[in-house]
Each structure stands twice: as C-alpha cells, then as structure tokens.
C-alpha cells in the first residue's frame, strides 16, 4: 500500500474493478527524514482525483532554487514555474502525503487489508486466475495480481523465474526532517534563511556529492539530503540510523551555511540508492 501500489488499486477502481489491497505492516507510520517528490507527471492524475489542494497545502511551495557550488558562490537563480505543462509537482513529508492517497482510497471503497503479508504468488494457466497466498495461509484469487511490493520484491522473482536481488548504485543519501523553531533555526544567522515566512530551496553542489536544504509550511519545519558515494553491500536493510558528525565531515571545507543546517538535526538516516537490471517482462508466464 505505497505510492505505486495506492495509485494503481485507485485508478482501478475508477475504471470498474474490484479491488484489494494487502499490505504487510498493520498500521502506518509517520516516519521522519522523509521527503519524496511527486513530479509534474503523477501531479496530472493527482489533479484528476481531486486532491490538488489537500496536497498543496501540505507541500513545499518554493518558486525558485538558489543554486550554490561547494563554498557557498550563487552559480544562478531557477525559477519555478507552476503549473508545468498544466500540472503541478508535490514536495513534502513522505508519510503526510501519503496518507492523502490513502485515505482518498479509502474513500473510494477501495478494500485494504493491513496486517497480512504475502508469502507466495502464483497463476494458474487453465483457469486463467491468479492470487496469491498470505502468511495466516489463506489464499487469495483475483482475474489480475499487481505486485508493488518494494525494492526486495518477491513478485519480481515470480514473474522472471530468478533472484535479481538489488545492487549498490554507488551512492547513499543522508537525509533528516524536524522543526525549526524548536532546534533554533530562527536564531542563528547562519540557517536563519530558513526561518522566513516563504518557502525556500537552496542546493550546493561538491564532486561527487549535493546538499539541498529546504523548509516547507513557511518556514515551519526544515529538510536537509546529502548524497554521498557508498559502494557497501546491501544486506536486509537500506535504511540505517547516520551519525551528524559522519555528514558533518563530507562538508567540513564547504559553505558554513551547510554545516550549520546539518548540525541543528537532532538525528539523521542514511538511505542507500539501490538499482535493479531492467525487467525482461512484466507479467508472468
């Protein structure tokens, strides 16, 4: 029941089909860290669901990106122009958007079932059906199965026949999310750019590493990412807790404006950027 796998179940519905959604974990969780971008192109059918404004509202509204290099130098002013191509892009907290497209498939009757993780897929040929089988063991049958279920998906190993397990793509992210008031954003002259009644996007650009740092909610909560290189295995996880002194040390010779964002993060993640081969197909055989 993430974006892809919302969006799908809901443009199902609007076409006719009767849909369930199952999903492995039993609540939803208001993550920190997370900021994520719906671009222009998902903006166009979010727009066409009704949730232009429930979105916006909760979405950094920036209408230009101060482009910085490493020592703090303005290399230019992007303006951003919105509408583009007569749809919108939305940037804020993972968890607050997707809690829109959530209860908006709710709405729609669309039935979710929480709390029941899949164990197994399968088609069979003759009947022409397909399910799959959860771990209470019960199975399910439907004319179609989407599987959207992450970077570690057991549907992809179904559907082409083998194990591609997900592979390093040579980078990780930093990324932190948390209130400017309360960690003194405001106070010091140094990220108090950030502190204004107007939302604002500033990035920096290093070899081989960008920080960008932005608030959203005119200025009331801040978000910091910094792409770093990483070329460690990926184990069961890609997403571990970073320490502030570890990203504090990639910038240590930067613009002080980026130490000074960073540091006032009460904690930090460190998310690989991981990378599949192309599919060969999409559906099973």
């Given at each position: 029941a993430g974006f892809g796998g919302i969006a799908c179940a809901v443009e199902c519905k609007r076409k006719g089909h009767r849909v369930v959604v199952v999903e492995k974990v039993r609540e939803?969780?208001?993550?920190?860290?997370q900021l994520i971008s719906l671009g222009a192109n998902a903006g166009r059918i979010i727009a066409r669901w009704g949730l232009h404004e429930k979105l916006a509202s909760i979405?950094?509204?920036?209408?230009?990106?101060?482009?910085?290099?490493?020592?703090?130098?303005?290399?230019?002013?992007?303006?951003?122009?919105?509408?583009?191509?007569?749809?919108?892009?939305?940037?804020?907290?993972?968890?607050?958007?997707?809690?829109?497209?959530?209860e908006h498939a709710q709405s729609l009757g669309i039935e979710i079932r929480m709390g029941q993780q899949v164990v197994?897929?399968?088609?069979?040929?003759?009947?022409?059906?397909?399910?799959?089988?959860?771990?209470?063991?019960?199975s399910l049958e439907a004319d179609v199965v989407v599987g959207a279920d992450g970077v570690k998906s057991l549907a992809r190993k179904f559907v082409i026949g083998y194990s591609d397990n997900p592979k390093p793509s040579g980078y990780a992210i930093y990324r932190a999310w948390f209130d400017a008031e309360e960690h003194g954003i405001k106070t010091d002259p140094l990220t108090d750019y950030l502190a204004v009644r107007e939302d604002k996007l500033h990035v920096w650009i290093g070899k081989d590493v960008h920080f960008i740092a932005c608030n959203s909610q005119q200025g009331k909560t801040i978000c910091w990412l910094l792409t770093h290189k990483d070329?460690?295995?990926v184990d069961s996880e890609w997403s571990f807790p970073g320490k502030i002194e570890d990203v504090l040390s990639i910038v240590k010779d930067w613009d002080p404006r980026c130490a000074a964002v960073i540091s006032k993060a009460p904690s930090c993640i460190d998310w690989k950027l991981l990378i599949h081969d192309p599919l060969p197909t999409w559906v099973s055989k």
């Open positions: 939803l969780k208001q993550l920190g860290y979405s950094t509204q920036a209408r230009q990106v101060h482009i910085h290099d490493y020592l703090g130098g303005l290399i230019q002013i992007q303006q951003l122009s919105w509408p583009l191509f007569g749809a919108y892009s939305y940037n804020g907290h993972r968890a607050l958007l997707h809690q829109v497209l959530f197994e897929y399968w088609d069979d040929e003759a009947s022409g059906k397909a399910g799959v089988r959860i771990q209470s063991g019960e070329d460690s295995a």
